[in-house]
């Protein structure tokens, strides 16, 4: 099972901080997963977020086709099989409704009515325990707690907010077919349902739906600038008899073009030693 690690007491105590970042090392190196509690977001926030997103798709379709389009240079969208149609590669068993939210967050009014606040909530607070994980993925890595925030890992955002009906045909479909993420960091919020796997050692395995836990992967970005040291992994999400299953994935990722001035990334200088160039 992938590792749940308690954040209680970082930031606050030094010997409880300095096994979390044990912890946080052991499982970006050989899962690229984990799960977090005692983060700090209250039940009644993740909660009202589930249930926001599920309310936003179960409304009348005709409300919903207001911002149904395929163009992700918009800030607020909804549509489904984006990579079906982008990457001609798989149709997903799912819906989503996906929102940019920085460098700028939408006005208010660009966000669905039934989940506006709910979304500025949930989002604010993911953001604050963002920097706490990049604190601790930094010194993870040897590096400074303010290095990867500094090099601009929280400076984009996006957000989908899945919407995985119940599958007449479960054996036949995905929910979210195998990829890897290419974020640097995504924190994962699912309700009860399950169905989230991860590619770990050649097996597919479940990842349970805690409830009050946050899964936090690793993606590709992260990967890269840790010099291979952190992995960014396969998974993937079975489709179910049962629904909906509702899940919100917050995405820390570079900035999308055309981004003025543009970023380039590579491998920290740091992690590149003799034995691993
Ligand atoms: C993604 O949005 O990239 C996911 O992998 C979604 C995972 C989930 O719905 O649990």
New binding site residues.
Partial sequence: CIPIIDLTGVDEDASLHREIINKVRDACEKWGFFQVVNHGIPLNTLDDMIDGIRRFHEQDPEVKKGIYTRDYTKKVLYNSNPDLHRKKTAANWRDSLTFHMAPKQPDPEELPAVCRDIIFDYTNKVTTLGRTLFKLLSEALGLHPTYLEESGCMEATFC?G?YYPACPEPDLALG?AS?A?SSFLTV?L?NQIGG?QVLHENQWIDIPSVRGALVVNLGDMLQLISNGKFVSVY?R?LAKAIGPRV?V?YFFRIHLPPANPLRVYGPIKKLLSEENP
């Fill in positions: 989908f899945h979210t990829h993420d994962l699912q989230l998974h999400v899940s994935a």
